[in-house]
T-cell receptor
Framework: GNSVTQMEGPVTLSEEAFLTINCTYT??????LFWYVQYPGEGLQLLLK?????DKGSNKGFEATYRKETTSFHLEKGSVQVSDSAVYFC?????????????FGTGTQLKVEL | DAGVTQSPTHLIKTRGQQVTLRCSPK?????VSWYQQALGQGPQFIFQYYEEEERQRGNFPDRFSGHQFPNYSSELNVNALLLGDSALYLC????????????FGSGTRLTVV
């Protein structure tokens, strides 16, 4: 079946540090890939997406590239801010056999300190 | 423009009881999905409704049921509550046919004691 594996957290960084959160997936065919962010007490917000191999999704300084050869979609940001502290979820939507549901990883908590 | 609205925000129930959670989709959205997010875990798909019918279902027992109304709002019902049903329940809506335009609500925190 379809699955998403994320690096475990929490990840603690100093402000302006470089961020990488690893995400790998298993799916039939070529799924669409997403990063969602969840701030405390809130629902999920779409951060970025990529719908085919080699696509790069980007938003608010965050980037992730759809790597078919390594089945990965790692999230990166060059300089994190305290306001980036949240839980980040990698997710996929399979084109075959998954219908319209999203399959999520377990989430990675990011803490950014001054 | 209001996003997805869920009610209540929190509730506490006793084992064996039944609960109903409610969701109003974002304006213009007609497909509603429900997810269960246990503490420290990612959301798990429960089911999806479109045109007042359940269109897809995840690996959840029959104790979990739902309904969609003509105005596209939806309810999630859970019978015979177990301690393990304690979780954040998220509703997501989208326009049918727009594959990536999911909007999530802030969720209902259910605690079963």
């Amino acid at each position: 079946g379809n699955s998403v594996t994320q690096m475990e957290g929490p990840v603690t960084l100093s402000e302006e540090a470089f961020l990488t959160i690893n995400c790998t997936y298993t799916a039939t065919g070529y799924p669409s890939l997403f990063w969602y962010v969840q701030y405390p007490g809130e629902g999920l917000q779409l951060l970025l997406k990529a719908t085919k191999a080699d696509d790069k999704g980007s938003n608010k300084g965050f980037e992730a590239t759809y790597r078919k050869e390594t089945t990965s979609f790692h999230l990166e940001k060059g300089s994190v801010q305290v306001s980036d502290s949240a839980v980040y979820f990698c997710a996929l939507k399979a084109l075959r056999g998954g219908g319209n549901k999203l399959t999520f990883g377990t989430g990675t908590q990011l803490k950014v300190e001054l | 423009d209001a996003g997805v609205t869920q009610s209540p925000t929190h509730l506490i129930k006793t084992r064996g009881q039944q609960v109903t959670l409610r969701c109003s989709p974002k304006s213009g959205h007609d497909t509603v999905s429900w997810y269960q997010q246990a503490l420290g875990q990612g959301p798990q798909f429960i089911f999806q409704y479109y045109e007042e019918e359940e269109r897809q279902r995840g690996n959840f027992p029959d104790r979990f049921s739902g309904h969609q109304f003509p105005n596209y709002s939806s309810e999630l019902n859970v019978n015979a509550l177990l301690l393990g049903d304690s979780a954040l329940y998220l509703c997501a809506s989208r326009v049918t046919g727009e594959e990536y335009g999911y909007t999530f609500g802030s969720g209902t925190r259910l605690t079963v004691v």
